[in-house]
């Protein structure tokens, strides 16, 4: 079992940037593979980035892809979330979930994949 506690979030203007941190509990954390979803009032949850378990894939959504990276080290049991040149639509609960996978080269952009959740944290972009 897996216990995923995120960090980092909080307000920002539009134009700027946060890193946001999910540390995860346990000593198999590189059997999984990782993701960041967000969630804004009255929306669903929606993917934002995935990552392989030894962090050579990436993946990204249209809506995200060029500002936002993510990135892992399994060495200090995280997984980070860069995000840069935020939007006011980028705000919402953001949440890291794990993935637990046989595979080095699989990840998912679906919620239903992910075994794991951290209890999310709050990114403002304001206007």
């Known amino acids: 079992q897996v216990q995923l506690v995120e960090s980092g979030g909080g307000l920002v203007q539009a134009g700027g940037s946060l890193r946001l941190s999910c540390a995860a509990s346990?000593?198999?954390?590189?059997?999984?593979?990782m993701g960041w979803f967000r969630q804004a009032p009255g929306k669903e949850r929606e993917f934002v980035a995935g990552?392989?378990?030894?962090?050579?894939?990436?993946g990204y959504p249209d809506s995200v892809n060029g500002r936002f990276t993510i990135s892992r080290d399994n060495g200090k049991n995280t997984v980070y979330l860069q995000m840069n040149s935020l939007k006011p639509e980028d705000t919402a609960v953001y949440y890291c979930?794990?993935?637990?996978?046989?595979?080095?080269?699989?990840?998912?952009?679906?919620?239903?994949?992910?075994?794991?959740w951290g209890q999310g944290t709050q990114v403002t972009v304001s206007s």
């Open positions: 990552i392989t378990r030894s962090g050579t894939r990436t």
């Open positions: 979930a794990a993935l637990r996978t046989d595979s080095a080269w699989y990840t998912a952009s679906t919620s239903s994949a992910y075994n794991y």
């Open positions: 346990g000593r198999t954390f590189s059997s999984y593979a």
